[in-house]
């Protein structure tokens, strides 16, 4: 049997991607990729493992609940009887292998960013300010605002977008300038809260969703990327 030892870097990037899906598919190689099950965010990271085979965990906060509750815990990979073993000394949990059916996951392959027209730099604390924010406002949504040559990322709600900047709780966070049109790429705040805190390099591109434009924002970090689709009130 194959076995398997994870990194803190690793658990800690598996904890993350557990909140945007439950379950994940370990596929060979050092790459982990993952999905939300509206299809609206992708997740990507390098990993200093090499995973020997394909496998998939169906609850992978049971699975992290599980190494955790060892010391020193060994993971032994049983592809004859289609599960993990967990041990250390005497003790030992088994988890089933999920049935790939009964997951969500992305294809295999790089998502490549089309018509890019935005690159952007930002920090953790101002991610981390935008994260605190969206709470504290109870507002649902995050933008990326290019308006006369000011680049912005906001937490708003697009359903009263005209009204704002005026009458409506709003945040804003003038991060730089910008060149070309004015645009308004709008997010679910719920996606940005799934962002590690990190340093990040971002990109906006275009990509076709149910036949209509739709804009893709890349959050890359150093080893772990994200890649969020627009919300339909967005504008560029």
């Known amino acids: 049997m194959n076995e398997l030892t994870l990194s803190k870097r690793t658990i800690d990037l598996l904890s993350n991607f557990s909140a945007v899906n439950q379950s994940i598919l370990f ?8 999905m939300h099950s509206g299809y609206q965010m992708f997740t990507r990271a390098d990993i200093s493992e090499d995973i020997p085979e394909e496998f ?13 509750s060892f010391e020193k815990p060994v993971v032994k990979l049983d ?10 000394g005497q003790r030992k949990t088994y988890l089933k292998f999920a049935d790939l059916d009964h997951i969500i996951t992305p294809a295999e392959g ?31 949504e995050f933008a990326i605002t290019a308006k006369k040559g000011k ?4 937490c708003i709600n697009s359903e009263n977008i005209q009204q704002n900047e005026n009458t409506e709780n709003f945040y804003s966070d003038t991060i ?26 971002i990109s906006i591109g275009k990509f076709k969703k149910n036949d209509d434009e739709a804009a893709l924002v890349n ?5 772990v990327s994200y890649f969020v689709a627009s919300e339909e009130s967005s504008v560029f």
């Open 176 to 201: 730089g300038k910008v060149e070309g049109d004015d645009f308004r790429v709008v997010l679910r705040g719920e996606y940005i809260n799934y962002l590690l805190k990190e340093d990040y390099k």
């Open 219 to 223: 959050f890359k970090a150093a080893d």
């Open 79 to 88: 592809s004859k009887n289609q599960r993990l073993i967990v041990s250390q």
């Open 27 to 34: 596929r060979k190689g050092k790459v982990l990729r993952s």
């Open 151 to 154: 680049l912005s990322m906001e």
């Open 110 to 140: 790089e998502i490549k960013l089309k018509e890019v027209f935005c690159n952007f730099e930002i920090t953790k604390d101002a991610l981390t300010n935008v994260q605190k924010m969206l709470g504290i406002l109870s507002l649902p």
């Open 56 to 68: 998939a965990i169906y609850d992978l906060n049971t699975f992290l609940s599980t190494l955790s």
